[in-house]
């Protein structure tokens, strides 16, 4: 890379990650090119990037945000994957694929809604239910008393029925007899 790519990839590295509520750095080692375009190409459907830094370059971006506490994660080979949505689905994509089996990726550290957490907290992120999970069960808790309720207002008639239905039997079997 000469001077302006560099310059041109740090302006676009540090876009990117004010634009992200989540990023993690990885440590990747023996990734053959088809693991490689599997990772990319799965966290792309989830709206994540993916990138292989150099380390130089990303502690020149790093150190000018309030996150240079993480740059001395940047050792090694390193990539970084980042996200603009929910920071919980960002992490569990990411602690998804560190999980595999036969596949060597390590979360070294990263930063959820404006705070460095380490790669224990990272896997505890991930754990959480994401914002579209917890939208949902909010929405079920909403709908379920009004639910109850109306069942309950139907259920008072039914019954009302079963009680009359069972009233008249009686009185035509003691009639009857």
Known sequence: MNRTQKAAFVSDLDESLKSAQAFA???????NADQMSSFRLSLRKSNIRVKVIKNTLAKRVLEQTEFKEITSHLQGPTLIAYGPGDP????????????????DIKIKAGVAL?????????????????RNELLVSFLWALKSHPTRFLYALQDAPQRMGYALAALKA?????GNA
């Open 88 to 103: 919980v689905s960002t992490a569990k994509a990411v602690a998804e694929w560190a999980g595999k089996e036969n596949f």
């Open 170 to 174: 009686k009185k035509e079997k003691e």
């Open 114 to 130: 404006g705070k460095v957490v380490s790669d224990v907290q990272l896997k505890a992120l991930s754990k959480l239910p994401g």
């Open 25 to 31: 750095l990885l440590s990747f080692n023996k990734l």
